[in-house]
């Protein structure tokens, strides 16, 4: 089994990478990050890009459908998470995080990619007066970057 995985070296992919060739000892990882944090490793054994069969690095916007030849599945974990980035830069956020993401499984549906795996995470923050609640808060603010990712599941 031969998977693409963007966003291979950020918060989560180095897990995953793990635990992918752990359970699947023969499976094939194609990395596609843009390496903004691989020098931000502490306590690591190894470098993320250590046991993926190639590793692109490079910017989400920018892969190519030739990446996508003879994969399998497609785990896409890269996008931008930061909400005061998200709120600063809202028409490049919007780029990565629903454009690229929407080009992406069109380009490996075209390719013959069996599964697409878009992993997410949305936090949802509110402001309560006078401290913590314990009750349900009516009124939810969205940040931009959270409405974009529930576009995208959306999409």
Do not use: W
Not at 18 to 38: A, Y
Not at 120 to 133: I, R, T
């Amino acid at each position: 089994m031969k998977v693409f995985v963007t966003g291979n070296m950020g918060y989560i992919g180095p897990v995953l990478n793990r635990v992918l060739t752990e359970t699947f000892p023969k499976i094939k990882i194609v990395g596609f990050d843009s390496g903004f944090f691989g020098h931000s490793l502490t306590g690591a054994d190894f470098t993320p890009e250590q046991g993926v069969l190639v590793q692109y690095f490079g910017d989400v916007r920018d892969i190519e459908p030739v990446m996508l030849n003879g994969v399998d599945a497609v785990v896409h974990l890269a996008g931008v998470s930061n909400d005061p980035i998200g709120v600063e830069f809202e028409d490049v956020t919007e780029e990565i995080n629903r454009r690229a993401s929407v080009r992406l499984a069109e380009m490996a549906s075209s390719a013959g990619v069996k599964n697409f795996v878009f992993a997410s995470s949305c936090s949802m923050y509110g402001q309560a007066e006078g401290g913590q609640e314990k009750r349900v808060i009516p009124r939810i603010h969205l940040q931009h970057t959270h409405v974009q990712k529930l576009e995208q599941k959306m999409t």
